[in-house]
């Protein structure tokens, strides 16, 4: 059987506008597929209905263009494909692989705090935050049934202990070098993100669900995006075992810091292109700054 053709995709969410670290990603994705011989596309992940704004996936497509990035067709926007997801979380839940949780965060907060108390270990997952201690996997089944049929809100969890028996082996992730495109595999080690949520509670996904089932759906075959993701890479390699879909290869590239050596984030405030470019910053200034 012949390999895939190589496919890429940037992947922006419309929650602000475009940063430098943005740029930096999105040029060296087109770098790399243009060494690989590959297509590139362009993904909008819109999935946080509070946050994206279609005023910023106007901005997103500007400034891809300021950049003289091209994308081929068609761009997929995740907000298109909620009903997509929720075959895949119903997949899931058939299986017993995630269940129904209930607590709000403050239950979670108040429950960590106990075993703290008590003196009970509690880990924390690779973003800092407290491993959920899995309150409602112990919830059974007609109760998880009546609660949602009351209508409370609830996430959907992996069950990464039931997860993990579906396998004899850790989970393999094949890592590319983005200069000759060479691989190594190495073992994913997803235990340590607990019962992450797969399914959120206003939407039926999360970013960890969309992410696997479109990077399969577009046939993506190698992703290049911020090392702030690597870690996840391990959760994502355990979704794409349990949904059977296909891995992609991957490389997680350094961050391009502030001046102050913060990572960038639209949140603080940093810097985006379009300011840049009101500033009279130009895209041969930002290319070059950026190593383009
Ligand atoms: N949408 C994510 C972000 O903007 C990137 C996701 C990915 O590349 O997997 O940070």
Same mark, same amino acid.
């Given at each position: 059987?012949?390999?895939?053709?190589?496919?890429?995709?940037?992947?922006?969410?419309?929650?602000?506008?475009?940063?430098?670290?943005?740029?930096?990603?999105?040029?060296?994705?087109?770098?790399?597929?243009?060494?690989?011989?590959?297509?590139?596309?362009?993904?909008?992940?819109?999935?946080?209905?509070?946050?994206?704004?279609?005023?910023?996936?106007?901005?997103?497509?500007?400034?891809?263009?300021?950049?003289?990035?091209?994308?081929?067709?068609?761009?997929?926007?995740?907000?298109?494909?909620?009903?997509?997801?929720?075959?895949?979380?119903?997949?899931?839940?058939?299986?017993?692989?995630?269940?129904?949780?209930?607590?709000? +965060?403050?239950?979670? @907060?108040? &429950?960590?705090? #106990? $075993?703290?108390? *008590? !003196?009970? %270990?509690?880990?924390?997952?690779? /973003?800092?935050?407290?491993?959920?201690?899995?309150?409602? +996997?112990?919830?059974? @089944?007609? &109760?998880?049934? #009546? $609660?949602?049929? *009351? !209508?409370? %809100?609830?996430?959907?969890?992996? /069950?990464?202990?039931?997860?993990?028996?579906?396998?004899?082996?850790?989970?393999?992730?094949?890592?590319?070098?983005?200069?000759?495109?060479?691989?190594?595999?190495?073992?994913?080690?997803?235990?340590?993100?607990?019962?992450?949520?797969?399914?959120?509670?206003?939407?039926?996904?999360?970013?960890?669900?969309?992410?696997?089932?479109?990077?399969?759906?577009?046939?993506?075959?190698?992703?290049?995006?911020?090392?702030?993701?690597?870690?996840?890479?391990?959760?994502?390699?355990?979704?794409?075992?349990?949904?059977?879909?296909?891995?992609?290869?991957?490389?997680?590239?350094?961050?391009?810091?502030?001046?102050?050596?913060?990572?960038?984030?639209?949140?603080?405030?940093?810097?985006?292109?379009?300011?840049?470019?009101?500033?009279?910053?130009?895209?041969?200034?930002?290319?070059?700054?950026?190593?383009?």
């Amino acid at each position: 059987m012949q390999p895939p053709e190589p496919r890429l995709r940037f992947a922006p969410s419309p929650n602000g506008r475009l940063h430098l670290g943005h740029a930096y990603s999105a040029l060296l994705n087109a770098r790399i597929a243009r060494t690989l011989g590959g297509d590139l596309l362009l993904r909008i992940e819109d999935i946080d209905l509070g946050r994206a704004r279609p005023e910023f996936v106007a901005g997103i497509l500007a400034d891809l263009d300021w950049l003289r990035l091209s994308f081929d067709e068609p761009i997929r926007r995740q907000s298109e494909y909620f009903s997509d997801y929720a075959a895949a979380r119903d997949a899931l839940a058939a299986r017993d692989l995630i269940y129904p949780c209930f607590c709000s +965060r403050g239950r979670i @907060a108040a &429950e960590v705090a #106990a $075993r703290q108390a *008590r !003196g009970v %270990p509690v880990p924390h997952d690779p /973003d800092g935050a407290p491993l959920y201690p899995g309150t409602c +996997r112990a919830l059974s @089944a007609d &109760e998880r049934r #009546a $609660r949602i049929e *009351r !209508g409370e %809100p609830h996430t959907w969890r992996l /069950d990464m202990p039931a997860a993990l028996r579906t396998l004899a082996d850790p989970p393999l992730v094949r890592r590319f070098s983005p200069e000759d495109g060479a691989e190594e595999t190495v073992r994913a080690d997803p235990a340590r993100w607990g019962d992450a949520v797969i399914v959120r509670r206003d939407v039926p996904t999360s970013y960890h669900l969309s992410v696997v089932c479109d990077d399969a759906v577009q046939g993506i075959t190698h992703v290049v995006r911020g090392q702030d993701l690597e870690a996840a890479t391990d959760l994502h390699a355990l979704l794409q075992h349990l949904l059977r879909l296909p891995a992609p290869a991957y490389h997680h590239h350094a961050l391009i810091r502030a001046e102050d050596g913060e990572k960038l984030a639209k949140s603080k405030g940093s810097e985006s292109l379009a300011d840049l470019r009101a500033q009279g910053v130009t895209v041969e200034d930002v290319r070059a700054r950026l190593g383009f």
